[in-house]
T-cell receptor, first 117, second 110 residues
Framework: NAGVTQTPKFQVLKTGQSMTLQCAQDMNHEYMSWYRQDPGMGLRLIHYSVGAGITDQGEVPNGYNVSRSTTEDFPLRLLSAAPSQTSVYFC????????????????FGPGTRLTVL | GQQLNQSPQSMFIQEGEDVSMNCTSSSIFNTWLWYKQEPGEGPVLLIALYKAGELTSNGRLTAQFGITRKDSFLNISASIPSDVGIYFCAGLRNTGKLIFGQGTTLQVKP
């Protein structure tokens, strides 16, 4: 198993450009999510999906779109990049939606480091 | 916004020393998690805690779920150079919302 894979590893964009960050998992996990990591802020949830065709907003969704057409893939789209979106982006997946009392471990990808000039 | 306070922000210690870090919140969590992130990688789960007062070990790592359910602690005994990384706490509510702390950066001097 490759686990959770993300591409690209690094990306530099100009303000206003669009791009898609790719995420794929081969563990047949239902739950997938995108986080951004900024210095001193920990990880913050952008969007998540509990299964193919179902997505929902997390804590910081503005400026990002997602879709989930297959169980394996969960791309994150930036429609018009802004310098405030400079960050490290992590995709994660788990067997099911995380719930207290019986945590389904989330497996994280290696991250995409995005710089917006 | 951010609801977990993790401290210390960074630590620079000598190999062989013990390390302690903690996470506090103004609200209750039902599950506490501790992750480690190495340079260029995503976080990896170290320990999960499910009950108030629970003490769980994973090798040289020991974590505790605070009695008030508003805090958690992670201890690393006899640190070694490969312990270097960023350690994150995270609290999980029954709603499924996972909140991360700001992280503790650990550096170990051989």
């Amino acid at each position: 198993n490759a686990g959770v894979t993300q591409t690209p590893k690094f990306q530099v964009l100009k303000t206003g450009q669009s791009m898609t960050l790719q995420c794929a998992q081969d563990m047949n996990h239902e739950y997938m999510s995108w986080y951004r990591q900024d210095p001193g802020m920990g990880l913050r949830l952008i969007h998540y999906s509990v299964g193919a065709g179902i997505t929902d907003q997390g804590e910081v969704p503005n400026g990002y779109n997602v879709s989930r057409s297959t169980t394996e893939d969960f791309p994150l789209r930036l429609l018009s990049a802004a310098p405030s979106q400079t960050s490290v982006y992590f995709c994660a997946s788990s067997y099911s939606y995380p719930r207290g009392g019986g945590y389904n471990e989330q497996f994280f990808g290696p991250g995409t480091r995005l710089t917006v000039l | 916004g951010q609801q977990l306070n993790q401290s210390p922000q960074s630590m620079f210690i000598q190999e062989g020393e013990d390390v302690s870090m903690n996470c506090t919140s103004s609200s209750i969590f039902n599950t506490w998690l501790w992750y480690k992130q190495e340079p260029g990688e995503g976080p990896v789960l170290l320990i999960a805690l499910y009950k108030a007062g629970e003490l769980t070990s994973n090798g040289r790592l020991t974590a505790q779920f605070g009695i008030t359910r508003k805090d958690s602690f992670l201890n690393i005994s006899a640190s070694i150079p490969s312990d270097v990384g960023i350690y994150f706490c995270a609290g999980l509510r029954n709603t499924g919302k996972l909140i991360f702390g700001q992280g503790t950066t650990l550096q170990v001097k051989p």
